[in-house]
C-alpha cells in the first residue's frame, strides 16, 4: 500500500531485493528468514511498516546492516492539456531503505518518462526538429516524507513535454509545439532538474539522470549530475 497524493492510498505489487552484511563467523545467511518476515507483514506493505521490516530483518539474521529495495509500479491520474480527457500513466518507483549501525536511512528513486526536442536540431532545421521519449530519473533522499507525485512533477516541469496515457489531436497538436517552444539538450534536462530539487528543502540529497533516446541516431544520449545539500 502507497500513499497516493488525490486518492489516499494505491495499492500495486512490488518487487523486493533484500540484503544483509554476512556476520564474519556465519558460513551464509538464512534465506528462508527474508520470506517469512515478509509474510509475517501480511500481503500489504506500508511505507510507514518500512522500516520496521527493515531493522526486523537485521535482528533475525543478526546483522549489523541491512538493505532493502522495494521496487513497484505507480500510477498517476493525468488531464490531457485541451480535451481534458484523463487516464492513467505509470512511473517506475523504488523505495530504499538501509539499516547500517542502527540508523536509518531512506531514499526514493523515481523513473518519469518525459519528451526531450533538440535545440541544435531546432536551430538548423526550417521543417522541425528532432524529437524523442526521454527517462529521467530521480534519486532523493529527503528530511520528511515527499510524495511521489511530487518528484515526478519536478521532472515533467524541467522536460520539453510531460507524457500523457491518451491524448486527442488537439492535445498532440498542443504537446507537439509545447516540445518545440522548449527544447532541451539532455543536459540541460539533468541541470534543470538539479536547480528545482536545490530549491526544495525537503530535499537532502540527489541523484539526477537522463536518458534520451535519441530518434535519429542509433544511441542514446545520458547525462548525470549529483549533490549531498547536506556537505554544502
Request: charged content about 25%; glycine content about 4%.
Amino acid at each position: 500500500v502507497v500513499s497516493d497524493k488525490s486518492e489516499g492510498v494505491q495499492h500495486t505489487i512490488a518487487t523486493f531485493n533484500m540484503y544483509v552484511r554476512l556476520p564474519h563467523n556465519f558460513k551464509g545467511t538464512h534465506m528462508s528468514r527474508f520470506v517469512q518476515i515478509l509474510n509475517d507483514h501480511g500481503r500489504e506493505i506500508s511505507v510507514e511498516s518500512f522500516e520496521s521490516i527493515l531493522r526486523e530483518m537485521v535482528e533475525k539474521l543478526e546483522a549489523k546492516s541491512g538493505y532493502i529495495e522495494m521496487a513497484f509500479p505507480y500510477f498517476v491520474n493525468k488531464t490531457a492539456p485541451i480535451s481534458g480527457v484523463q487516464s492513467l500513466l505509470d512511473y517506475d518507483v523504488t523505495f530504499i531503505g538501509e539499516v547500517v549501525d542502527g540508523k536509518y536511512r531512506f531514499t526514493m528513486k523515481v523513473l518519469v518518462p518525459v519528451t526531450s526536442l533538440c535545440p541544435c536540431s531546432k536551430e538548423i532545421s526550417e521543417r522541425g526538429a528532432h524529437n524523442q521519449r526521454s527517462h529521467v530519473t530521480l534519486t532523493v533522499r529527503t528530511k520528511g516524507s515527499v510524495w511521489i507525485e511530487d518528484v515526478v512533477r519536478i521532472a515533467e516541469e524541467q522536460a520539453s513535454s510531460e507524457l500523457y496515457g491518451l491524448l486527442k489531436r488537439p492535445d498532440e497538436k498542443f504537446v507537439t509545439e509545447r516540445a518545440y517552444d522548449n527544447p532541451k539538450f539532455v543536459e540541460d534536462m539533468v541541470r534543470d532538474v538539479a536547480a528545482a530539487l536545490n530549491a526544495d528543502e525537503r530535499i537532502e540529497a540527489y541523484i539526477v539522470e537522463s536518458e534520451n533516446f535519441e530518434s535519429i541516431h542509433n544511441h542514446s544520449a545520458y547525462a548525470l549530475i549529483e549533490r549531498d545539500k547536506t556537505q554544502g
